[in-house]
C-alpha cells in the first residue's frame, strides 16, 4: 500500500510567527486527518537571506508548538548533489539555458524594450542547445523555458486556480547552486511526498513547479494552499506588524492552547478565540471551514493572547 506523506518545510530566514505557526499547526491537523506520514525539510538554500542560529531556533520553537513528525530532520543544502543530476537532465533536454542578467536587468528588458535601456543580450536564445553548448554549468545563472500558455491545476482548498504565463524563471544560481523551484519539487520528489500544504501566497510558484516536474516526467503531487495570514493593512504577517514570533509569546507566557486556540478561530473551525489543546482543535477540525481568502491578524487577536500569558 502506498504511503501519503506531508511535510514541514520552514526556511531560516527570520524567527517563526503566528503566521508560519497557523500553516505548521494546520499542516499537522490535516495529515492526523487523512494519516499522512508527515517528515520536516530545513529549507536552507536562501542566499543571503539565511540568518546563522536560526535553524536551531526554528526546529526548537516547532517542538514547543507539539509538531510532529518522523524520521531525522533533512537539511536540503546537505541534498544538492541530488537535485544536480536533474537539473543536469533539463540541461540535456534543453528545458534551460544560461543567462547571467540579473532579475532588474530582467525586469527592465521586459518592460521598456524599446527604450535602449534594457540589456542588449536576450533573455531567451532562438537555439537553446547552440546557446548552451560548450557552457559548464558552474559561473553562470540558468532560467527554466517557461509555457507561454496559462496553466491550470487543482487546489485541494483554493479548486481551481490558472496562472497567467510568465518571464523565464531562475532555476540553477552563479554559485552553482539550485534556486528554490527546482530545490523543492525535487526534494519532495525524493523525499515520497504526495500532499503539499502551505500558504497561498506560493500559489504562483506552482505554475513553474509543475512545467519542472512534467518537463523531468515526475509525478506530480496533491497541492492544499492554506490562507496567508497578513496584518490589518492587509500585507503579509511580518515585522512592520510588530513582534508576532513564537518565541516572543512564549516568553511572554502565552500557552500553546492559546496559539492553538487562535488559530482555530481564523479557521473557522470555533466561533469565539479559548485555549485549546491538540485534541481539542483535532475534533473540530474540517476542511470545508477553511478560509479562501487572507486571514487578518488584528489587534483583537494580539491582546487575546496577551490576556492569556501566565506571567
Known amino acids: 500500500m502506498s504511503i501519503s506523506r506531508s511535510r514541514f518545510a520552514p526556511s531560516p530566514t527570520g524567527s ?5 505557526a497557523s500553516t505548521f ?17 530545513m529549507e536552507d538554500l536562501c542566499g543571503p537571506r539565511k540568518k546563522s542560529g536560526v535553524i536551531n531556533d526554528t526546529i526548537s520553537v516547532m517542538r514547543w508548538l507539539g509538531l510532529e513528525w518522523s524520521g531525522n530532520i533533512k537539511i536540503q543544502s546537505e541534498s544538492t548533489e541530488v537535485i544536480k543530476t536533474y537539473f543536469e537532465k533539463l540541461v540535456q533536454q534543453n528545458a534551460v539555458y544560461h543567462c547571467d542578467l540579473t532579475r532588474k536587468e530582467i525586469d527592465q528588458s521586459l518592460t ?10 536576450n533573455i531567451r536564445p532562438v537555439n537553446v542547445m547552440a546557446h548552451n553548448e560548450g557552457v559548464s554549468i558552474p559561473d553562470h545563472n540558468w532560467r527554466f523555458l517557461t509555457t507561454q500558455d496559462k496553466l491550470s491545476f487543482n487546489d485541494e482548498i483554493f479548486g481551481k486556480c490558472t496562472c497567467k504565463p510568465t518571464p523565464d524563471f531562475a532555476i540553477w544560481t552563479i554559485e552553482d547552486a539550485p534556486s528554490y523551484q527546482i530545490a523543492v519539487v525535487i526534494d519532495d520528489y525524493v523525499d515520497g511526498i504526495t500532499d503539499v500544504v502551505r500558504g497561498s501566497d506560493l500559489i504562483s510558484s506552482t505554475a513553474w513547479q509543475i512545467q ?8 506530480l503531487p496533491q497541492w492544499w494552499h492554506l490562507p496567508l495570514v497578513c496584518g490589518p493593512d492587509g500585507r503579509k504577517l511580518g515585522k512592520r506588524h510588530g513582534d508576532t514570533t513564537i518565541a516572543y509569546f512564549k ?8 496559539i492553538y486556540g487562535l488559530v482555530g478561530f481564523w479557521y473557522g473551525f470555533v466561533t469565539e478565540r479559548t485555549r485549546l489543546t491538540m485534541d481539542d482543535l ?25 490576556d492569556c500569558s501566565q506571567h
Not at 499547526?25 to 525539510?41: E, T
Request: glycine residues 4%; negative net charge; proline residues 5%.
Open 16 to 20: 517563526l510567527h503566528l503566521g508560519n
Open 25 to 41: 499547526i494546520a499542516n499537522q491537523l490535516l495529515s492526523r486527518h487523512f494519516n499522512w506520514d508527515l517528515v520536516f525539510r
Open 112 to 121: 521598456a524594450p524599446d527604450s535602449g535601456e534594457h540589456p542588449s543580450e
Open 212 to 219: 519542472i516536474l512534467k518537463e523531468l516526467e515526475l509525478p
Open 251 to 258: 516568553n511572554k507566557g502565552v500557552t500553546i492552547e492559546a
Open 282 to 306: 483535532q475534533s473540530t477540525f474540517d476542511t470545508d471551514s477553511i478560509p479562501r481568502k487572507e486571514i487578518v491578524c488584528t489587534e483583537e487577536d494580539i491582546a487575546w493572547l496577551h
